[in-house]
């Protein structure tokens, strides 16, 4: 074992809150359960992070091993740091044919072709989801494990959630993605947030929508709003309009969470007499724990007017929380965002 | 002039007093009669403005009156036209009773739509005062009720989908481009027969784990369901592992295009045995397939 390896083990083991460790180890096939029981989870980090070192030394691991250490905790602890979507589009006939393994080996061999020096470690979900863990080197230097990109896929679906990629290496992946994919091309989605399951169930569709049909069932949230007595009979039926346009325009039950939606104003004055010929420019960015919620509650409540401006429906129908607003339109921007 | 004259004698002062105290008393009264007369200017506004609606309700319980009436004597007359076989000359074409007819014809289309939608049609209800359309289509399996599809559309100007939830390996967009603007009908029922056949193909998977899990292993399976590995055990002595791969490239189908059979003993599969078996797949759900074999004592 070399010191790059165990420097990278150590930031692997560092950045593990102690309290996830033990669950986390016992998931890594590469030290026994018999060394596993050996190691003291009530020591502090560092102790233990030296009895494992010794522990790797022995069983000689490489850095193949240790990154899969690292693979093992972002997997089952997937909201860190900032996801940002991409789409491809154009797909060719095999887009729907292509098999995980085809894809892995297409895939790494189409990067390889790319860039001389880098690192490529794949592993498929539960859930279908194809996880990919690329460490960046370039022509002279080694791959980079300390600040890995992580790349999350499901086949057949078009949507790629990216995880601490440079501009420097977003043309490589994107090439490699397209071809390995049978693509034609990428775009940026204009989705990003902390909860990969939040960017993905919105695109994926998978959050409760709420459709009108002839036979509505009652919807499950009818408490929450306080009541007066002497103004119910008047306001019930407002209240119940409200909360269905509010379930209709962003869904029902648990919303995903994204914290922020972000729109940028391009805009000029219509009656020009201050002289001004640049445009004014302005940025309002809206930023919750539970964006989705808190705007939902907006309108459920009757804070915000009820049939909901598309400005803010589109993040759920459009999949995206970044706007650009410009004149030309007169509701949202002519950026391309997910089709349909 | 003299009883000014008076006053004046009894003071300048006084007199003007007296003069005040009228002036104010003649002022207030003045003030209450213009208030009095607002106040009866607004009542009569709101007499009329009452009268106005009184009116229109009138106008509308009358029109609902009459176009019941219209209805009930159509359904009469259908009645005696079921009993009556000559009753063209009883029917004249007047406009209250084209307009009764065609209140017929709708509530007769509503409860064809409401049957097509009890046998698992699509469901099809107005939205945004009647400038778009939710529609949902029921997805089935083998007698079993699956998902529920909905997709909204806009038909303000040309058709386009606002919304759906509708997965996204499903190729809506480019059954969009093919159908949508010209053939609404063709468009639902195809994308109907793509859903139905995923939820299908998802079904079969869902049975084989549950209920033959112990002799049928899934290997590999995508979010499509289209490409499917699964293993079971020949019963034969040699217990050889046997690999079945089923490919489904017309999507719209629940059953396979191609099946493939690998085993270690590579002559195995080869057999007229394991070919009977490549071929029933092909025809027969899989976990039905699988459950035959199974009967028959070909996989353990």
Redesign the interface.
Known sequence: MDDSVKQVLRQIIRRIPSNKLRNTLSKWEHISKKQFQSLEFTQAKSLLCDNLLSLCEENELSMKHVTELEMIYRIEHPAQGSWNVCQLIDPEEEA??V??LHFKESFKAHLKCLINHVSVKMKKHED?ALWIRIAWGDNFTQPNHLKPTYVVH??????VFVSGLTMKHRPLLHQALVQSGHYGAVKDVHLSGRCLTALRDL????YK?V????HPKLLEEKTPLPRTPCIEIEDTKHAENRMQMAAEAFGEGILPKLETAVYKLETRFKENEMGREEPFRGVVKFASSNLLESLKYCVSSGMASAPVTPLLSSI??KGRNYFVITDKGPGISNTPGP?? | MEEARECLREGVLNHLNVLETEALVLSRQQKLCLQQQSRVDDLRITVEKLRAHRDQLKARAKTTMSLQQLKAETDQRNEERYEDDNSEEGCSRTGQSLLSLLMVRRTRVKDLLQAHHLIGGYDVTETRRGKGVSISIATAFEGLYLETYCLELDLSRAVRICRHNIPPFIPLEKLAQVHLQTDLIGFLSTLSSHLNAFAGRRQQICLIQEVLQDSVEVMESNMLFNSVVLMCTDSGESRKAMLFTLVYSDLSRYLPTKVTIDSEDKVLPSTPQWKKSQSLLLWTPAHAAFQALKMEGQIA
Request: glycine share 0%; aromatic share 8%.
């Open positions: 729907l044919t098999d995980s279908d499901n086949l057949q679906t078009p949507y695109l994926m569709r998978q929508q459709f009108p049909v002839k759920t129908q089709k349909i």
